[in-house]
Nanobody, 118 residues
Framework: QVQLQESGPGLVKPSQTLSLTCTVS??????????WSWVRQAPGKGLEWVSS????????YYAESVKGRFTISTDNAKNTLYLQMNSLKSEDTAVYYC?????????WGQGTLVTVSS
């Protein structure tokens, strides 16, 4: 059974950088060319899709709110998904989840809190 584990929670100031890691266990990140995604949930708000990519095509997609600031990537040898977040803003404060799939992810991590505050 595939499991996802995020790491990299943190408190950072606006304009700073933070990187999140999602380790995939119980299966290969390249199996069946799944789409892998990052989704976030700000305090008191609903889920917001952030970014997705396929390991075989490596053509990432980004929400407009993070385009140009966030970068999604994978290290297939390490079975790991990453989210590099630059120029962070207070509105990026949220619990960040990695997930397998795009429209209806079927596997989710437990989430990691990112707080952007001065």
């Amino acid at each position: 059974q595939v499991q996802l584990q995020e790491s990299g929670p943190g408190l950072v100031k606006p304009s700073q950088t933070l990187s999140l890691t999602c380790t995939v266990s119980g299966g290969s990140i390249t199996t069946n060319a799944y789409i892998w995604s990052w989704v976030r949930q700000a305090p008191g708000k609903g889920l917001e899709w952030v970014s997705s990519m396929k390991t075989d095509i490596r053509n990432p997609y980004y929400a407009e709110s993070v385009k140009g600031r966030f970068t999604i990537s994978t290290d297939n040898a390490k079975n790991t998904l990453y989210l590099q977040m630059n120029s962070l803003k207070s509105e990026d404060t949220a619990v960040y989840y990695c997930a397998r799939g795009l429209y209806y992810p079927d596997v989710w991590g437990q989430g990691t809190l990112v707080t952007v505050s001065s």
